[in-house]
Nanobody, 116 residues
């Protein structure tokens, strides 16, 4: 049974920074792409950033230049460094772990609130 656990959300003022972490456990082989998604109230879940096992990354246009995704393959952990946060970044952030490009597992989500 795969578990995906996020941490690091919270309340931050506009212009501030947060770092999210996510670890996948319970399945030894096959972890491929890991990614961060977010869902704001009344909106669909959207991709924020993704990273392949070899380190290739992609970002939503709205976060390019402000967010940075990285991963530690030895720990099956992915990070999202969020800088210059804006109120529109407020959402529940979900981590996704993909195994063998077939199976997707989700974390329970962590709330990020950007407000003064």
């Amino acid at each position: 049974q795969v578990q995906v656990v996020e941490s690091g959300g919270g309340l931050v003022q506009p212009g501030g920074s947060l770092r999210l972490s996510c670890t996948a456990s319970g399945r030894i082989f096959g972890l491929r792409t890991m990614g961060w998604y977010r869902q704001a109230p009344g909106k669909q879940r959207e991709l924020v950033a993704g990273i392949t096992r070899d380190g290739s990354t992609n970002y939503a246009d709205s976060v390019k230049g402000r967010f940075s995704i990285s991963r530690d393959n030895a720990r099956n952990t992915v990070y999202l460094q969020m800088n210059s946060l804006k109120p529109e970044d407020t959402a529940v952030y979900y981590c996704n772990a993909n195994y063998w490009e077939i199976d997707n597992y989700w974390g329970q989500g962590t709330q990020v609130t950007v407000s003064s």
